[in-house]
């Protein structure tokens, strides 16, 4: 890079885990960036939901900087009992509590769980972030860089911008355009109940089975169970199929009660019931997920995480494929590669190409999964409910679905994209030459 040149302005905008992970990775990757984080919100205000990574996203992390892992090591909560710290879950049936199926992990790694606004607490240390600054568009200034437009009549130039600001992305729409289809999140036809309640009052409910993550499954419905917080807190969600009806709320999150969210899940099981009436006041939290965007990256603007592919929660996914967009872009944005500020677009166009089509599959995958834990399915032999059929069915599927996030091979992506960064730089060069 020019020394004479003025350092790449990069803008982040959201602070969430997705931007808060890329700041901290672009930050160690290329010290030279000038970065800065425009968050819409006054201050954080973190969910206070759990949030888990598998395999793929711990590779992720220790790949980008020992300070995610540092973070996550301080939060996560394993498995309670040291012989199941190599499972990923216990499968139940809701109804009768008989375990169908206990899913290992892959070559032993110990899943965990943390509290999500705990982690971002421990994250948001190293960085710096703008508050109360909501973006309304970006736009190309004419002179290379892109010009953020806020809510509030204030603006701010950026050689580069990511969107990180979540499913609801203004920067998704800005890059797609408001008549594109994929522009806006859909529902998923499904919504849960969330919720964290003390350890102590689950076991006295059900017994400390509850001390490992649990999934209860039953029809059009099921709820799953993990520690948190050293194991003193219990994070439960109780999902539900919405039967086809619409969400004809405004807001995605509203307050509820705990007899609404029983009524829903009558006749669900002794065991996930007695879990279910520990909740008080519940949340009802409607599922969204986005259509396949037509692409993640233009000019200088490019979108990642929940920005560029939200994803249903039931792979327990989301959070962890935004991490690999985080190596993946970090990766590319390095002094190597990004010769000058004009080299950014190739980053983000490299970006595209190689995080698209595993992200977009994730949500498929995802929304898949969330049939089959609920036994939903259109194949005859499963049809009438035979629980025989159905467990086979359901062993058969679960040995494949986890383990395609998890055996993702993140160097040779990244490989992948530095070379394509390189030919999108050459054959634009020749171009202009010609």
Request: hydrophobic letters at 40%.
């Amino acid at each position: 890079m020019d020394s004479s040149s003025p350092p790449p302005s990069i803008a982040i905008i959201g602070a969430g885990i997705a931007g808060i992970t890329l700041a901290i990775a672009l930050s160690e990757h290329n010290p030279s960036f000038c970065l800065t984080i425009y968050e819409s919100r006054p201050e954080f205000s973190e969910i206070s939901a759990g949030v888990g990574f598998g395999p793929n996203a711990l590779r992720a992390m220790s790949l980008i900087s020992p300070k995610l892992i540092s973070a996550y090591d301080q939060v996560k909560t394993p498995n309670q009992w040291p012989e199941k710290d190599h499972l990923w879950y216990d499968f139940r049936w809701s109804d009768t509590g008989k375990l169908i199926l206990q899913v290992e992990s892959e070559k032993g790694f110990a899943h965990c769980n943390a509290s999500r606004v705990h982690l971002l607490a421990k994250l948001v240390d190293t960085v710096k972030v703008e508050f109360a600054n909501r973006v309304i568009d970006v736009q190309a200034d004419g002179t290379g860089k892109s010009r953020i437009m806020f809510e509030d009549g204030t603006g701010a130039l950026a050689d580069g911008v990511v969107g990180c600001d979540g499913i609801r992305s203004a920067c998704r729409r800005i890059l797609l355009g408001e008549n594109e289809q994929s522009a806006r999140a859909v529902y998923s036809g499904k919504y849960a109940y969330r919720k964290v309640v003390e350890m102590k009052k689950a076991i006295e409910a059900v017994g400390r089975e509850v001390e490992n993550r649990q999934m209860y499954l039953g029809k059009g419905a099921h709820v799953l169970t993990f520690a948190i917080r050293g194991g003193k807190m219990l994070n439960v969600v109780a999902f539900k199929d919405g039967g086809g009806a619409p969400w004809t709320q405004r807001q995605w999150v509203i307050p509820s009660s705990r007899e609404a969210l029983l009524k829903d899940f009558e006749g669900c099981g002794d065991k996930a019931t007695k879990i279910l009436e520990l909740i008080d006041e519940p949340d009802k939290w409607a599922l969204f997920n986005h259509l396949p965007a037509p692409t993640y990256a233009k000019a200088n603007l490019c979108i990642l995480g929940d920005a560029a592919h939200a994803s249903t929660p039931h792979l327990g996914a989301g959070a962890g494929c935004a991490i690999e967009d985080v190596h993946l872009l970090s990766g590319l944005l390095i002094p190597s590669l990004i010769k000058s500020a004009a080299d950014i677009k190739y980053a983000f166009l490299a970006y595209d190409t190689l995080r698209r089509p595993r992200s977009q599959e994730l949500v498929r995958r995802s929304r898949e999964q969330g049939h089959l834990l609920e036994l939903e399915s259109k194949l005859p032999d499963l049809a009438d409910g035979n629980r025989n059929a159905w467990e086979e069915h359901f062993k058969r599927e679960m040995d494949v679905r986890p383990r395609w996030v998890w055996g993702v091979d993140l160097e040779s992506m990244l490989a992948k994209a530095k070379e394509l960064f390189e030919n999108l730089k050459r054959e634009e060069g020749s171009a202009v030459k010609i």
